[in-house]
Antibody
């Protein structure tokens, strides 16, 4: 059974960089059948797509976050990561890592989510 | 990219059917059959209920169905059960190569 697990600091100071890692178990991140991505959800609000990466490193980002976001993949560790720079309180949210099947809207696996609070 | 439009809330009694709409534009919902629906209970991760407009993942009850007409997608839940009470979100691919979510609908089972 595939599992995705987010890890990283739960508290980040304003203007600093938020860094999260998603560890994939029970399946290979190098499968060409899937895209791997990040979605966040501010408290009390709907989800927001952050971006997606393919195993070969190709990335796609939300235009509203593109200037501050980098998503990378480490196939040797079966992990992918998120960096969000120059954070503000507006970046406080639960961050989820996900898997989506290619050529489909089938985003079938989600991590449990990790709350990241931006505060001094 | 603007969020897709969903009603803030819907309600129904056990056994009834309800439909949640998700309205976008020809650049997202109307342009692709890449619309999905998620159910989210408090404190939990979203759960995929429908993908590619009308496909149900394995394990999801056949009481859940999806459809699309023009720029509006719909999720129908028949035979409402207490456990269906949750927030529901639609999600669509866009011409920009990005993904956009709806604002969410709170379903109350009376």
């Amino acid at each position: 059974q595939l599992q995705l697990q987010e890890s990283g600091p739960g508290l980040v100071k304003p203007s600093e960089t938020l860094s999260l890692t998603c560890t994939v178990s029970g399946g290979s991140i190098s499968s060409g059948d899937y895209y791997w991505g990040w979605i966040r959800q501010p408290p009390g609000r709907g989800p927001e797509w952050i971006g997606t990466i393919y195993y070969d490193g190709a990335t796609y980002y939300n235009p509203s976050l593109k200037s501050r976001v980098t998503i990378s993949v480490d196939t040797s560790k079966n992990q992918f990561s998120l960096e969000l720079r120059s954070v503000t309180a507006a970046d406080t949210a639960v961050y989820y890592c996900t898997r989506r099947r290619r050529s489909s809207s089938n985003r079938d696996y989600w991590g449990q989510g990790t709350l990241v609070t931006v505060s001094s | 990219q603007s969020a897709l439009t969903q009603p803030a809330s819907v309600s129904g009694s056990p056994g009834q059917s309800i439909t949640i709409s998700c309205t976008g534009t020809s650049s997202d919902v109307g342009g692709y059959n890449y619309v999905s629906w998620y159910q989210q209970h408090p404190g939990k991760a979203p759960k995929l209920m429908i993908y590619d407009v009308s496909n149900r993942p394995s394990g999801v009850s056949n009481r859940f169905s999806g459809s699309k007409s023009g720029n509006t997608a719909s999720l129908t839940i028949s035979g409402l059960q207490a456990e269906d009470e949750a927030d529901y979100y639609c999600n669509s691919y866009t011409t920009s190569g990005t993904w956009v979510f709806g604002g969410g609908t709170k379903l109350t089972v009376l």
